[in-house]
């Protein structure tokens, strides 16, 4: 009670004065106290309260259900941040949502929404075990607005990204004319460093498709197996919350049965950590391993190109630089040690997998640039279910398109006489922040 009228942003001394005030006026309290509680039944009372924490304490570890502690930074009444290191340590699944900039009455204020933390820590769901497929539930108007008006709301600004697709006809377009409005539809492209193309492009089909792109993603990303006792809300939350779920066969299997909008990568963790000099290159491993479902649920598949990192980032440290460094190398193997492995079978440089956090440097910002090609159908091509020479011929050209987006882009670019950050300054501070910045003529 003493520290709660204690403002944060005072001088040790002068906290140190405030707290002997407050303690000061709760001393004519304690006369009161007494005839409300008599000494003896309070001493009963604290010795209970005592009895009872040790035997909760005591069972902790054999507390089996999943458990999510959201855990204040300023809490001025309880040490949540300290109680949630000691849950986190004990307590065998647990994860901690930490919130450094928020009280004690963390779920009573303004920006916190306990759905939308429970739906970002994968914690929602409607049976005994989580179902990734049939226990998501969708952004809420209002968590698309936090999201890309509220924390992405400069990011976007800065990038101006330019969304392009092709119609059947062949013409290139600018929005999403060109993507069929119904499902199942197969989206596969380039995965570029860390995932920077993912917000965006999540923002352009809620805005104009109205629906979410369900990505499937490396299962660590999913997991609890990275995270700490004061673990922050991150990305991994928003790709949770817009769709994401672990890559399997059987959940690639349950999109396409329910007509869903399916986003893959084939190159996977490899090429999302590509190495310096990689920008824009694929590692897509030989074997056609969607190309048979995507046939049978006669999925059409749109192959797309992405081009800007290089505009927005440059990688300093990259795999090979941190496997040289010991203290580097030990840690890039400790994470990848337990972790569950994908494509084990496969040989090569699309099958290295290993999980790593490239040091990574910004740039001024360029722009981003996405071309989604023309959807191919698979409904119908049943020499794909049984020729194996068809199969590999429909994923080569698949690759082939994606290939040429990139070499589209790359080209064009430079044709943007926005591609400038300055440009679109200049263009946005005439016509609004609001407004489509021009780019080059398809």
């Known amino acids: 009670m003493a520290v709660v009228s204690i403002e944060n942003n005072l001088s040790p001394p002068e906290t140190l004065q405030k707290l002997a005030e407050s303690l000061t006026s709760l001393l004519p309290l304690l006369s009161e106290l007494a005839d409300i509680i008599p000494r003896d039944a309070l001493l009963w009372k604290l010795k209970l309260l005592k009895s009872g924490a040790a035997y909760a304490n005591s069972r902790l570890h054999a507390v089996q259900a999943e458990v999510l502690l959201p855990a204040s930074g300023k809490d001025n009444l309880l040490?949540?941040?300290?109680?949630?290191?000691?849950?986190?340590?004990?307590?065998?699944?647990?994860?901690?949502?930490?919130?450094?900039?928020?009280?004690?009455?963390?779920?009573?204020?303004?920006?916190?929404?306990?759905?939308?933390?429970?739906?970002?820590?994968?914690?929602?769901?409607?049976?005994?075990?989580?179902?990734?497929?049939?226990?998501?539930l969708p952004p809420t108007l209002n968590e698309f607005k936090k999201t890309f008006d509220e924390d992405n709301k400069l990011f976007h600004l800065a990038l101006s990204p330019v969304m392009m697709s092709t119609l059947t006809n062949g013409k290139i377009v600018r929005g999403l004319a060109g993507v069929p409005d119904q499902g199942?539809?197969?989206?596969?492209?380039?995965?570029?460093?860390?995932?920077?193309?993912?917000s965006p492009l999540y923002e352009e089909f809620f805005k104009e498709k109205n629906t979410v792109v369900r990505g499937l993603g490396h299962p660590?990303?999913?997991?609890?197996?990275?995270?700490?006792?004061?673990?922050?809300?991150?990305?991994?939350?928003?790709?949770?919350?817009?769709?994401?779920?672990?890559?399997?066969p059987i959940n690639m299997y349950r999109l396409f049965e329910r007509n869903q909008y399916v986003l893959l990568y084939p190159g996977g963790v490899r090429e999302a950590l590509h190495r310096k000099g990689e920008e824009y290159k694929l590692f897509w491993p030989d074997q056609p391993e969607f190309v048979r479902m995507a046939a049978r649920f006669g999925v059409t598949v749109v192959p797309f190109g992405f081009v800007g990192e290089d505009d927005v980032l440059e990688?300093?440290?990259?795999?090979?630089?941190?496997?040289?460094?010991?203290?580097?190398?030990?840690?890039?193997?400790?994470?990848?040690?337990?972790?569950?492995?994908?494509?084990?079978?496969?040989?090569?440089?699309?099958?290295?997998?290993?999980?790593?956090?490239?040091?990574?440097?910004?740039?001024v910002p360029g722009r981003f640039y996405y071309l989604f090609g023309k959807p191919i159908k698979m409904k119908g091509m049943n020499n794909v279910l049984r020729d194996r020479k068809s199969t590999n011929e429909v994923y080569l050209h698949i690759k082939s398109e994606v290939d040429n987006a990139l070499a589209y882009l790359k080209r064009k670019r430079e044709e943007d006489p926005y591609r400038s950050i300055s440009q679109r300054a200049v263009y946005q501070a005439t016509w609004g922040v609001s407004a489509q910045v021009p780019t080059f003529e398809p």
């Not at 994860?95 to 759905?115: C, M, Q, S």
């Not at 197969?186 to 570029?192: I, K, R």
């Not at 660590?220 to 890559?247: C, I, W």
């Not at 203290?327 to 994908?342: A, G």
């Open 315 to 363: 990688l300093v440290l990259d795999y090979n630089d941190q496997k040289n460094i010991p203290y580097l190398r030990e840690w890039i193997e400790s994470i990848n040690k337990d972790s569950q492995r994908v494509r084990d079978s496969v040989k090569g440089e699309e099958g290295n997998q290993d999980m790593y956090l490239p040091a990574i440097v910004p740039k």
């Open 220 to 248: 660590v990303l999913f997991g609890a197996s990275t995270e700490t006792s004061r673990q922050e809300l991150s990305r991994f939350d928003t790709v949770s919350m817009y769709g994401g779920l672990p890559v399997t």
């Open 79 to 136: 040490p949540s941040g300290g109680e949630a290191d000691r849950l986190f340590k004990t307590l065998k699944n647990c994860r901690v949502r930490y919130f450094k900039d928020n009280g004690h009455t963390l779920l009573l204020e303004d920006g916190i929404n306990l759905l939308s933390v429970i739906k970002g820590a994968n914690m929602y769901r409607r049976g005994r075990q989580r179902d990734f497929v049939t226990d998501y």
């Open 184 to 198: 199942p539809v197969l989206f596969m492209g380039y995965h570029a460093l860390m995932g920077i193309e993912l």
